[in-house]
């Protein structure tokens, strides 16, 4: 007898307590109830061409602004709703509803929970979903990738100085178990004065024989500045034009800020990596995010965590033979999950294709000039991040004179705006308008800011 995937999940067998037929028409049962509740879940007949309609989806306390959701997600009202379906399948019958709907049966097959998220995910970021491997987190992906990549000794890593704590830990972790070396380069020295083309040419005036990773952040939280993707994915495939392929320059993106405010579908950037968060602008449940990758680029990832979304693994096990080269899903992390939120990304990506990518972008992108128009012109206010949308997306950052970051937050507060301090060591306050928001609130945040400062 073999083992399979059911066997490895569920240790003791569901055939001990079931007759096979049972146990076949018990989980078909709980599976085809539970996906086909999800499907018929009610689509898009709400009108989210209405801004106010997309506002009411959050269940926000409405005694404050928030203006921090950027940090942590509020789940809208369509994803609220597919978590509580997928909790109740699961307090229904755990087993049946994880072994059917994760695919662990003989057959797992393309229409489990996991294989419906990453074929949302990949509609709207503009890939395959066999590109798209699911994590926890931003800072999950990132360490996916270090951790992942062969770097032996004299390889170097390429940062920069306004990457978030995760990544540069990320890269630390990396280069400490190979040997490679690592170095940071600022892109720009004061962020409310970048520049496209400057980035660009720092990038390429940094690349040196042995770099062999390049890690960029899509939209600095320390700042508010947007990198140039794609610009930036150009100077690497330059540097690469000359190099023997396994030498080749690969681009890591950290896209935790870009992810969802941007209009670009994240798949045509040009990265060889990008990791993301769904718990940010996205909207998708707490505890989510997505490592994406084109197809070409998996087999050089050797994955960290023993995976629960693919059989290959587990099969090379029972038989000894290794498995071959990696692919996307041999990367996302198994262990059993919270899986009313991770099977619920579905409709967090549904919600977002139903307002559009690009509209989302453009009313952010509105919002932030109104608030960094506002607070630029508040006597003794500067604005940190850059007036342009080009280089700036949903985070603004700024100073008021005389105050710490930490004092402007808790004055807001006083105000009932919530702003954060951001967490680096040169820190400034930030308010980060998104669909949570309309003007009126944005408004009433500038007039927060020039009443304390
Ligand atoms: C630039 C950046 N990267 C990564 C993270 C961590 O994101 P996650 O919670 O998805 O790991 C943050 C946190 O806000 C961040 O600002």
Redesign the pocket.
């Known amino acids: 007898m073999t083992l399979n995937r059911r066997d490895f999940v569920s240790g003791v067998g569901w055939a001990a307590v079931a007759t096979a037929g049972a146990r076949t028409a018990i989980a078909q049962q709980a599976a085809h109830s539970a996906v086909a509740s999800a499907a018929a879940a009610p689509a898009a007949v709400v009108n989210y061409a209405d801004w106010a309609v997309v506002k009411e989806q959050f269940r926000l306390d409405p005694r404050w602004l928030h203006l921090s959701q950027?940090?942590?997600v509020s789940h809208p009202r369509p994803v609220r709703a597919a978590i509580e379906r997928l909790r109740d399948k699961l307090d229904a019958n755990p087993f049946a509803t994880v072994e059917q709907g994760m695919g662990f049966g003989d057959q797992p097959g393309t229409e489990t929970y996991p294989a419906k998220v990453e074929q949302a995910a990949a509609r709207y970021l503009g890939g395959q979903p066999d590109e798209v491997a699911l994590t926890?987190?931003?800072?999950?992906?990132?360490a996916l990738v270090y951790n992942g990549l062969s770097l032996r000794p004299g390889d170097e890593i390429l940062t920069t100085t306004h990457?978030?704590y995760?990544?540069h830990e990320a890269i630390r972790f990396a280069a400490e178990r190979s040997g490679a070396s690592s170095r940071r380069i600022a892109l720009y020295d004061a962020p409310a004065a970048a520049s496209a083309d400057e980035m660009a040419e720092r990038l390429r005036a940094a690349i040196r024989p042995h770099t062999r990773i390049v890690g960029l952040?899509?939209?600095?939280?320390?700042s508010g500045v947007k990198v140039p993707v794609r610009a930036m994915a150009d100077v690497i495939a330059q540097a690469n034009r000359n190099r023997d392929e396994h030498d080749h320059v690969l681009m890591v993106l950290?896209g935790?800020?870009g992810f969802g405010n941007q209009p670009e579908a994240a798949a045509g950037l040009g990265c060889d990596f990008i990791?993301?968060?769904?718990?940010?602008w996205i909207f998708a449940p707490r505890g989510t995010?997505l490592l994406w990758a084109p197809a070409r680029n998996w087999p050089l990832l050797r994955p960290t965590i023993p995976t629960f979304y693919a059989p290959e693994p587990f099969q090379a096990w029972e038989d000894g033979t290794p498995p071959g080269p990696t692919r996307a899903a041999w990367v996302s992390p198994g262990g059993f999950k919270a899986y009313e939120h991770q099977w619920a990304m579905t409709e967090a990506f549904e919600f977002h294709g139903h307002i559009g990518r690009e509209r989302a972008a453009a009313r952010i992108a509105a919002l932030n000039t109104q608030c960094k128009e506002g607070l630029a012109r508040i006597p003794g206010v500067s604005v940190l991040t850059p007036m342009a949308a080009s280089l700036s997306a949903g985070i603004i950052c700024f100073e008021v004179r005389g105050q710490t970051p930490q004092q402007t937050v808790s004055r807001l507060l006083q105000h009932k705006v919530i702003a954060s301090s951001s967490?680096y060591k040169v820190s400034y306050a930030r308010l980060a308008p998104s669909l949570v928001n309309d003007e009126r609130e944005v408004d009433a945040a500038v007039r927060a800011v020039r009443e304390i400062a």
């Open positions: 950027f940090f942590m926890d987190s931003t800072t999950q992906g990132l990457d978030h995760v990544h952040t899509w939209v600095h939280s320390c950290d935790a800020h990791a993301m968060s769904g718990h940010k995010g967490p």
